[in-house]
């Protein structure tokens, strides 16, 4: 396994009534030489009004690349744009070329008019040859916080194995601060771009942060946002290594073996002591 979080990040925001939703291209930084995987909150006034894991997208499409959806969560509130909706997606982009990734525009079509929405990524890779999967198929763990910071979210997977957690929120606010999880990653380090003018609950702020850890030391995400109503949702990502590699691994490894037990025989003459056969001169 071999994850590794990339430099690259940013995002953006928008506060104009519709039902579609384009961003803009950019040019993040990532691996010259691995495979780089954009992760993406979406963060939106939502459109359901009670707590729901649907998404609120009809689309969402960027030329000539895949856009995975591991979840969405809708922190309801009982009315439309009363709380906050959440969507985390994934998208694997090759090598960087001269250290930058390019992001085409991306088209969103939402379910409904959306006012307040906004976007957030960060960039982490895999050797090249690997890809992503989503941990169990699809198993993030969901959070609302009504009126309240961001809360804890401890994701734990019970095996050794590597994995890169992601945790995207939309918090219902105005303004750019926020201080992450200490030991992970996140957009724009303490500040990302949310919309501003009018009160808070008119606004929406995306943010996104990420670490690389193994699955049974259970890591804790605990940001700290401010007391708004806000959605959140946490994905395990693991590393799919193709199986050439794993079968190669495995008769390098015991061609290696055989190279062993050859060279420590060469050379020594062998006795039977007992039911083993050890060098001649160790019988004695």
């Known amino acids: 396994m071999a994850w590794a979080i990339e430099i690259g990040s940013g995002g953006t925001s928008d506060k104009t009534s519709g039902n579609t939703y384009s961003i803009s291209a950019t040019n ?9 995987v954009v992760f993406l909150a979406l963060a ?11 998404s609120p997208c009809l ?4 030329s000539g690349q895949t856009w995975t959806r591991a979840g969405s969560f809708t922190n309801g509130q009982g009315a439309a744009a009363a709380g906050a909706t959440v969507e985390l997606r994934w998208s694997e982009r090759g090598t960087a070329t001269a250290g930058s990734l390019t992001i085409g525009s991306i088209a969103i079509t939402f379910s409904g008019t959306v006012v307040a929405k906004g976007v957030a990524f960060f960039v982490a890779s895999v050797p090249v040859g690997s890809t992503v999967a989503l941990y169990g198929g699809g198993s993030p763990i969901t959070r609302a916080d009504d009126g309240a910071d961001a809360g804890s979210i401890q994701y734990v997977i019970p095996d050794s ?8 929120i939309s918090a219902e606010r105005a303004g750019t601060s926020w201080t ?5 990653a996140a957009t724009g380090g ?7 003018g009018g009160s808070a609950v008119t606004n929406i702020q995306a943010l996104i942060e990420g670490t ?21 949702i946490m994905a395990a990502f693991t590393e799919v290594v193709p199986v050439t590699s794993r079968v190669n691994d495995k008769i390098i490894g015991a ?3 055989v190279n062993r037990a050859a060279y420590f025989c060469m050379g020594n003459k062998w006795a039977r002591r007992g039911r083993l056969w050890v060098p001649e001169h160790a019988a004695l």
Do not use: H
């Open 28 to 36: 993040p930084a990532g691996s010259n030489t691995r495979n780089n």
């Open 44 to 54: 939106l006034d939502n459109l359901a009004t009670t707590d729901v894991t649907t």
């Open 59 to 62: 689309s969402f499409s960027e």
């Open 161 to 168: 194995n590597e994995y890169l957690f992601a945790r995207a």
């Open 180 to 184: 992450p999880t200490s030991g992970f």
């Open 190 to 196: 303490s500040t990302v771009t949310g919309t501003s």
């Open 212 to 232: 690389i850890a193994i699955g049974n030391t259970g890591p804790i995400s605990d940001p700290t946002t401010s007391a708004v109503d806000q959605a959140s």
């Open 255 to 257: 061609q290696q073996a």
